[in-house]
C-alpha cells in the first residue's frame, strides 16, 4: 500500500487549497478513504471520510461546509478542496486506508498572514 499526499503549502486566511492523495498497491475503487490532520503539538484528528462508492461524506464539525473529499476511480486519486482557510487549520495532513491501516508522509498546510 502506497499513499503519497501533495498539494500542500503556504496560504493566507480565507484562501484556498486542493489536497491531492495518489494511492496504489490496492484495490482503490473497493476501499473508503480518510483524510487527518496533526495540528502542531496536538493529536492526530479526523477531517473527512469517503466511502468506496463516494455516495457518503463525513466532514468534522471544525470543517463542515468548508471542506469537499472527493474521489476519482479513474486515477486512484482522493482530494480535499479546502476554502476559507482559517489559521487553525494549519497541520500536516495524511491520507489514510482504514482496511489496510496505510499511511501517507502527509503533506504541510500552514495558513498564515
Known amino acids: 500500500v502506497q499513499l503519497v499526499e501533495s498539494g500542500g503549502g503556504l496560504v493566507q486566511p480565507g484562501g484556498s487549497l486542493r489536497l491531492s492523495c495518489a494511492a496504489s498497491g490496492f484495490t482503490f475503487s473497493s476501499n473508503a478513504m480518510i483524510w487527518y490532520r496533526q495540528p502542531p503539538g496536538k493529536e492526530r484528528e479526523l477531517v473527512a471520510t469517503?466511502?468506496?462508492?463516494?455516495?457518503?461524506?463525513y466532514y468534522a464539525a471544525s470543517v463542515q461546509g468548508r471542506f469537499t473529499i472527493s474521489r476519482d476511480d479513474a486515477s486512484n486519486t482522493v482530494y480535499l478542496q479546502m476554502n476559507s482557510l482559517k489559521p487553525e487549520d494549519t497541520a500536516v495532513y495524511y491520507c489514510?486506508?482504514?482496511?489496510?491501516?496505510?499511511w501517507g508522509q502527509g503533506t504541510q498546510v500552514t495558513v498564515s498572514s
Open positions: 469517503i466511502s468506496s462508492t463516494g455516495g457518503s461524506t
Open positions: 489514510y486506508v482504514p482496511r489496510f491501516a496505510g
